[in-house]
T-cell receptor, first 114, second 111 residues
Framework: DTGVSQDPRHKITKRGQNVTFRCDPISEHNRLYWYRQTLGQGPEFLTYFQNEAQLEKSRLLSDRFSAERPKGSFSTLEIQRTEQGDSAMYLC????????????FGPGTRLLVL | GENVEQHPSTLSVQEGDSAVIKCTYSDSASNYFPWYKQELGKRPQLIIDIRSNVGEKKDQRIAVTLNKTAKHFSLHITETQPEDSAVYFCAASKRDDKIIFGKGTRLHILP
């Protein structure tokens, strides 16, 4: 499968714990985006990278959230001290800037904070 | 920042009829308008997109129209089929920028 992949697909954690998600973009895609989607809503932008540089962070991204893309390939999204309000689907997407804006989504990681 | 409004939130149409979903955007600098289809428990899938240098684009039973002056764009699905049942999201972005999504339209195709 040469599409965007995410791991894990599901995560259940207790409030206060830290969690980390991974996204592997389509190879050669230089842009990588993180979105959050709650039930009945559209994906909300969190942050994005071009290669290893983090270019923008949404105001939705509190200081408990951190994202990295150290080698310009896969990315990780970490949530520290999780809260029940963090429960959502976390989606990753990638694109090739040369192909302008078309973004391809991964299957998502569904997080449930108890 | 950009704001995308989408209507209706739910739409039921008889199989074989047409469905229309409408969106508006606020940032006149937006120039790319993708539409995504999301089935229950699955990832959003791009079904069609339009750039601001054209007013209409068609792909088989799906068409999108764009009115830049009014900042409106619409998705038209003709001859609807049961497999068209899903949530549809419109979105807008500026060149090489993040995508801002609407809240989605849940489309039900009635037998």
């Amino acid at each position: 499968d040469t599409g965007v992949s995410q791991d894990p697909r599901h995560k259940i954690t207790k409030r206060g714990q830290n969690v980390t998600f991974r996204c592997d973009p389509i190879s050669e895609h230089n842009r990588l985006y993180w979105y959050r989607q709650t039930l009945g809503q559209g994906p909300e932008f969190l942050t994005y990278f071009q290669n290893e540089a983090q270019l923008e962070k949404s105001r939705l991204l509190s200081d408990r959230f951190s994202a990295e893309r150290p080698k310009g390939s896969f990315s990780t999204l970490e949530i520290q001290r999780t809260e029940q309000g963090d429960s959502a689907m976390y989606l990753c997407a990638s694109s090739l800037v040369r192909n302008q804006e078309t973004q391809y989504f991964g299957p998502g990681t569904r997080l449930l904070v108890l | 920042g950009e704001n995308v409004e989408q209507h209706p939130s739910t739409l039921s149409v008889q199989e074989g009829d047409s469905a229309v979903i409408k969106c508006t955007y606020s940032d006149s600098a937006s120039n790319y308008f993708p539409w995504y289809k999301q089935e229950l428990g699955k990832r959003p899938q791009l079904i069609i997109d339009i750039r601001s240098n054209v007013g209409e684009k068609k792909d088989q039973r799906i068409a999108v129209t764009l009115n830049k002056t009014a900042k409106h764009f619409s998705l038209h699905i003709t001859e609807t089929q049961p497999e068209d049942s899903a949530v549809y999201f419109c979105a807008a972005s500026k060149r090489d920028d993040k995508i801002i999504f609407g809240k989605g339209t849940r489309l039900h195709i009635l037998p």
